[in-house]
C-alpha cells in the first residue's frame, strides 16, 4: 500500500522559506506515468495545486506561485521536496503531498495523499 | 488557466436525500474531471475520475455525470457518513490542475 508522509518545520517566520519533505513509501517516486506534488488548502478554505514533478524529472508550478517554488526529488531516499521562498502569512496552510495517476490514459487524478501538515507563517 | 466553479457552495440534507452538486469549467475540458470528498482535518478522497468512472471501494450511490464545461456529482442516498465539503479537479490541463472551491454538504 502506497503511503505519503509529510514533514518538516510547522512554523516558517515571514519573508523566509518554507521547506517540507515528503516520503514515499510502498512505491516508487522514479515509478513512470506518475507525478508527484504539492497541494495546499488555507484554514478554511480551498484546495491549491502548487506542482508537480513527472517521474522524467520535468517539474511543473502553479503559474502563481512559480517564482517562489522550488520542488526536487531525491530519488535516493525516495522522497521530494517544496521549498517556497519569501513567505507571507497568506502562505499559512496546510500542506499535502499526494501523487497524480497519469497511467489510464484518460483522466489524471490525485489517487494517494499524505495526512497534510499545518504550517504556519509568523513574524 | 482554466477555472472551475461549483454550486451549490454550501447546502443542508437529511439522511437518505438525493444530493446533486454541479461543477462548472471555464472552457471545455471534455471528460477530464474528477470528484473528491474531504472530511475535517484529512486529506481530500478521490469518488470519481474521468467524469463518471467510481473509484475501487467507493460506494455506488456515488456517481457522476457530464462532459464539456458541465458537470455533476450524485449522492442517490445520503449517508451519515457522507456530510462532508466535495471539490471537483479538472485534469484537461494536466500537469496543471485546478480544483473548483468546494460545496459543503451538511446536516439539515
Known amino acids: ?6 514533514s518538516g518545520p510547522r512554523l516558517a517566520k515571514t519573508s523566509e522559506t518554507l521547506s517540507l519533505t515528503c516520503t514515499v513509501s510502498g512505491g516508487s517516486v522514479s ?15 480551498g484546495l491549491e495545486w502548487i506542482g508537480s514533478f513527472y ?19 531525491d530519488t535516493s531516499k525516495n522522497q521530494f521536496s517544496l521549498m517556497l521562498s519569501s513567505v507571507t502569512a497568506a502562505d499559512t496552510a496546510v500542506y499535502y503531498c499526494a501523487r497524480l495517476d497519469d497511467t ?3 483522466s489524471s487524478y490525485f489517487d494517494y495523499w499524505g495526512q497534510g501538515t499545518l504550517v504556519t507563517v509568523s513574524s | 488557466d ?10 443542508s440534507a437529511s439522511v437518505g436525500d438525493r444530493v446533486t452538486i454541479t461543477c462548472r469549467a471555464s472552457q471545455t475540458i471534455s471528460s477530464y474531471l474528477n470528484w473528491y470528498q474531504q472530511k ?15 473509484q475501487s471501494g467507493v460506494p455506488s450511490r456515488f456517481s457522476g455525470s457530464g462532459s464539456g464545461t458541465d458537470f455533476t456529482l450524485t449522492i442517490s442516498s445520503l449517508q451519515p457518513e457522507d456530510f462532508a465539503t466535495y471539490y471537483c479537479q479538472q485534469s484537461y490541463s494536466t500537469p496543471h490542475p485546478t480544483f473548483g472551491p468546494g460545496t459543503k454538504v451538511v446536516i439539515k
Not at chain 2, 2 to 7: A, E, F, P, R, V
Open chain 2, 2 to 11: 482554466i477555472q472551475m466553479t461549483q454550486s451549490p457552495s454550501s447546502l
Open chain 1, 1 to 6: 500500500q502506497l503511503q505519503l508522509q509529510a
Open chain 1, 104 to 106: 489510464n490514459g484518460w
Open chain 1, 31 to 45: 515509478s513512470s506515468s506518475y507525478y508527484w506534488g504539492w497541494i495546499r488548502q488555507p484554514p478554511g478554505k
Open chain 1, 55 to 73: 517521474f522524467s524529472g520535468t517539474t511543473y508550478y502553479n503559474p502563481s506561485l512559480k517564482s517562489r517554488v522550488t520542488i526536487s526529488v
Open chain 2, 40 to 54: 475535517p482535518g484529512k486529506a481530500p478522497k478521490l469518488l470519481i475520475y474521468a467524469a463518471s468512472s467510481l
